[in-house]
C-alpha cells in the first residue's frame, strides 16, 4: 500500500525544505519530504563554529572524486550533507548570491526568465537581513542573515591587508557592487546557524499536510508510462511507497538528483544499459556538466595565539563553550571562515566582473585535507578559486545498487585557464599575507614554502594542494539545447509530473557559494508548481 500526497519531495537539502514549506502553505495540498539522513538535531550544527567539524563523517555521504587526472591522480574528500538541510547544515554559513550578470548568462544559455531582474525578488523574499535593507536585500525572509558579532582581529588584519594590496573595501558582496574585500554577511540568527530547516522547515512541521519521512533512502521513481507517479524508498529493512497524484520533485542535489534520475531509467541510455537498468527516457545530458570550485589554500603560522587555534587547547574549548551557553557570546559564533574578497586575476576591468574569490580562516587545519601549522602554533589559512571554470566533469553511476556512491569526476583543472586564473589567485593570496596588517601577526608563510617561486612551481602546488569548494551544480542543467535536462520551468524533457528544483539545474556555476541561489531556484520553483496546480 502507498501512502498518497498531491507532491512528494525527494531530499531534504536546501531546496526541499524550502519547497516543503513553501507548497504546504496551501492546507488543501498534501505534501511528503523524504531525507536520506537524520534530523537536523546533532547540537555543532547549531554553533556557527561547528563547520569545521562536519566536513566529514557521519553527517556527509563519505564521498571522495574519481582519481583527478589534472590534479595529481588525487581521490579528493568531497563532502555532501547527508542530514535534513543539507548542505544548509554542514556549510561555513556564507551568505553571497553572485553576480547579476551570472543569472543574465543562464538566460543566454537557454534558461528564459532566470535573468537576474526576474529572480532577485526570490532573493529578497527568501532573505531576513538583520543589517542591510533596500533594493538588494530583503528582511522578512526565512533564511536569517547577519554580520558577525565580534571578527577575529586576524581577520580584521586581513581587509586592512587586501585594502593595502589595492582590493577596495567591500561591507556587501550582494549589493551593487562585489568587487573588494570585507567581513562575509552569514546565515546565522541570534548567534545560531539558520539553515533551510530551520528557517524554513522548522515553522512549517506543525502543520497536518505535511508529513517528513528522516532516515529513508529514495531506491528510485516510479513511472506509468512516460508520467511520474511516485516513488520507493527503504526505512530500515522494509521498502515502502510514496504516491504523487500532482508532482515528484527531486532536490536531492547536484549528486544525489542526477544519481536518482538513472537509476530511475533517465539518462544517457548507453551508460544506463551498461549497469542493466531498463531505460524510460533517454536524455544524454543527466550527470553530464558539473561544475565545482576549485580551493587552494595557503597557510601561515602566526608569532602568537590569536587565531581561533588558541581554543584547540581543552581549557580554552571548555571556557568557550561555557561562554556560549551561558551568554551567547564568544568565539563559537564565529563561522570560521570570517573574512573574503572578490578580485580580478588580471587586475581590476580585466573582466567584466570577479573572476577570484578569496575565503579567510581565522585558523588552520581546520578543515579535512587543509595543511596545518606545528602543533602547538597558531595559524591562519586564505583559500582561493577561479569564480567561473570552463572545466565540465560527470556524474555516474558506479552499479545499479542504490547503495553505491556514484562515481564523481568534476575534472577539476581540466581546462588551461583554470589553472591560468587558479595561479594567479594562489600569487594573490600571497601577497595579501605579506602586507603589514597580517605581517604584524604572521611568522612566517608554511605553505607554500619558499620553494615555490616560479609559474611551474605555483601551478604544481595548485595540483597538489587544491580540493572542492562544496558547490557541485549544473549536473541536470535546464536550457533547451541537446543536452538540457529540464526545461526553464524545470519538468523534466520528455515526461510529466516530475521537476528537478535544486543547484543541479544552474545551467552554468554562478560567480559566488551556492546555497543562497540554491534556495532562490526553490523559491522560483515553488511559484512555478503553485501556479501550475
Known amino acids: 500500500?502507498?501512502?498518497?500526497?498531491?507532491?512528494?519531495?525527494?531530499?531534504?537539502?536546501?531546496?526541499?525544505?524550502?519547497?516543503?514549506?513553501?507548497?504546504?502553505?496551501?492546507?488543501?495540498?498534501?505534501?511528503?519530504?523524504?531525507?536520506?539522513?537524520?534530523?537536523?538535531?546533532?547540537?555543532?550544527?547549531?554553533?556557527?563554529?561547528?563547520?569545521?567539524?562536519?566536513?566529514?563523517?557521519?553527517?556527509?555521504?563519505?564521498?571522495?572524486?574519481?582519481?583527478?587526472?589534472?590534479?595529481?591522480?588525487?581521490?579528493?574528500?568531497?563532502?555532501?550533507?547527508?542530514?535534513?538541510?543539507?548542505?544548509?547544515?554542514?556549510?561555513?554559513?556564507?551568505?553571497?548570491?553572485?553576480?547579476?550578470?551570472?543569472?543574465?548568462?543562464?538566460?543566454?544559455?537557454?534558461?528564459?526568465?532566470?535573468?537576474?531582474?526576474?529572480?532577485?525578488?526570490?532573493?529578497?523574499?527568501?532573505?531576513?537581513?538583520?543589517?542591510?535593507?533596500?533594493?538588494?536585500?530583503?528582511?522578512?525572509?526565512?533564511?536569517?542573515?547577519?554580520?558577525?558579532?565580534?571578527?577575529?582581529?586576524?581577520?580584521?588584519?586581513f581587509v586592512q591587508s587586501c585594502q593595502e594590496r589595492g582590493l577596495n573595501y567591500n561591507p556587501d558582496f550582494s549589493g551593487p557592487e562585489q568587487a573588494g574585500a570585507g567581513v562575509y554577511q552569514t546565515t546565522i540568527r541570534n548567534n545560531r546557524r539558520c539553515s533551510a530547516a530551520v528557517g524554513y522547515l522548522r515553522p512549517a512541521l506543525g502543520r497536518k499536510n505535511l508529513r517528513l519521512i528522516t532516515g529513508a533512502q529514495v531506491l528510485r521513481l516510479s513511472f506509468q508510462g512516460n508520467r511520474a507517479t511516485g516513488v520507493e524508498y527503504a526505512l530500515g529493512s522494509a521498502v515502502h511507497q510514496a504516491r504523487a497524484e500532482a508532482e515528484v520533485i527531486v532536490t536531492s542535489g547536484a549528486v544525489g538528483s542526477p544519481k536518482l534520475l538513472m537509476l530511475s531509467g533517465i539518462g544517457p541510455a548507453a551508460h544506463l544499459q551498461s549497469h542493466g537498468v531498463k531505460v524510460v527516457q533517454d536524455l544524454p545530458g543527466v550527470g553530464q556538466n558539473l561544475q565545482d570550485h576549485f580551493g587552494i589554500d595557503i597557510v601561515a603560522e602566526l608569532k602568537g595565539h590569536d587565531s581561533l587555534d588558541k581554543y584547540n587547547s581543552l581549557h580554552r574549548m571548555v571556557w568557550a563553550g561555557l561562554q556560549y551557553m551561558l551568554f551567547n557570546s564568544g568565539p563559537v559564533t564565529s563561522n570560521v571562515v570570517e573574512g573574503g574578497a572578490f578580485w580580478y586575476a588580471d587586475g581590476p576591468g580585466s573582466a567584466p566582473a570577479p573572476d577570484l574569490q578569496f575565503h579567510f580562516l581565522a585558523g588552520a587545519g581546520a578543515e579535512a585535507g587543509v595543511p596545518s601549522v606545528r602543533k602547538g602554533s597558531s595559524g591562519?589559512?586564505?583559500?582561493?578559486?577561479?569564480?567561473?571554470?570552463?572545466?565540465?566533469?560527470?556524474?555516474?553511476?558506479?552499479?545499479?545498487?542504490?547503495?553505491?556512491?556514484?562515481?564523481?569526476?568534476?575534472?577539476?583543472?581540466?581546462?588551461?585557464?583554470?589553472?591560468?586564473?587558479?595561479?594567479?589567485?594562489?600569487?594573490?593570496?600571497?601577497?595579501?599575507?605579506?602586507?603589514?596588517?597580517?605581517?604584524?601577526?604572521?611568522?612566517?608563510?608554511?605553505?607554500?614554502?619558499?620553494?615555490?617561486?616560479?609559474?611551474?612551481d605555483?601551478?604544481?602546488?595548485?595540483?597538489?594542494?587544491?580540493?572542492?569548494?562544496?558547490?557541485?551544480?549544473?549536473?541536470?542543467?535546464?536550457?533547451?539545447?541537446?543536452?538540457?535536462?529540464?526545461?526553464?520551468?524545470?519538468?523534466?524533457?520528455?515526461?510529466?509530473?516530475?521537476?528537478?528544483?535544486?543547484?543541479?539545474?544552474?545551467?552554468?556555476?554562478?560567480?559566488?557559494?551556492t546555497n543562497a541561489p540554491t534556495i532562490m531556484i526553490a523559491e522560483r520553483a515553488a511559484d512555478l508548481i503553485r501556479g501550475n496546480h
Not at 594573490?428 to 616560479?454: A, C, G
Not at 549536473?475 to 510529466?496: N, Y
Open 1 to 157: 500500500m502507498a501512502d498518497v500526497f498531491d507532491y512528494v519531495i525527494v531530499g531534504g537539502g536546501s531546496a526541499g525544505c524550502v519547497l516543503a514549506a513553501r507548497l504546504s502553505e496551501d492546507p488543501a495540498v498534501r505534501v511528503c519530504l523524504i531525507e536520506a539522513g537524520k534530523r537536523d538535531s546533532h547540537p555543532l550544527i547549531h554553533m556557527p563554529v561547528g563547520f569545521a567539524k562536519m566536513t566529514t563523517g557521519p553527517l556527509t555521504w563519505g564521498l571522495v572524486t574519481a582519481p583527478q587526472k589534472h590534479a595529481m591522480n588525487r581521490e579528493i574528500p568531497y563532502a555532501q550533507a547527508r542530514v535534513l538541510g543539507g548542505g544548509s547544515s554542514i556549510n561555513a554559513e556564507i551568505f553571497t548570491r553572485g553576480h547579476p550578470s551570472d543569472y543574465d548568462r543562464w538566460v543566454t544559455e537557454g534558461a528564459t526568465g532566470w535573468g537576474f531582474d526576474q529572480v532577485r525578488k526570490y532573493f529578497l523574499r527568501s532573505e531576513g537581513n538583520t543589517v542591510l535593507s533596500g533594493a538588494w536585500h530583503g528582511t522578512d525572509g526565512p533564511l536569517g542573515v547577519s554580520n558577525l558579532p565580534s571578527p577575529n582581529p586576524t581577520t580584521l588584519a
Open 380 to 456: 591562519i589559512t586564505l583559500n582561493s578559486y577561479t569564480l567561473r571554470p570552463k572545466a565540465r566533469g560527470t556524474v555516474t553511476l558506479r552499479s545499479a545498487d542504490p547503495k553505491d556512491n556514484p562515481v564523481v569526476d568534476p575534472n577539476f583543472l581540466g581546462h588551461p585557464d583554470d589553472l591560468r586564473v587558479s595561479v594567479e589567485g594562489v600569487k594573490l593570496s600571497r601577497e595579501i599575507f605579506s602586507q603589514p596588517s597580517l605581517q604584524k601577526y604572521i611568522r612566517e608563510i608554511r605553505f607554500p614554502d619558499n620553494s615555490v617561486r616560479t609559474r611551474a
Open 458 to 513: 605555483y601551478e604544481t602546488y595548485a595540483r597538489q594542494y587544491g580540493r572542492t569548494s562544496y558547490h557541485p551544480t549544473c549536473t541536470c542543467k535546464m536550457g533547451t539545447d541537446e543536452m538540457a535536462v529540464v526545461a526553464p520551468d524545470l519538468r523534466i524533457r520528455g515526461l510529466d509530473g516530475i521537476r528537478i528544483c535544486d543547484s543541479s539545474v544552474m545551467p552554468s556555476l554562478v560567480g559566488s557559494n
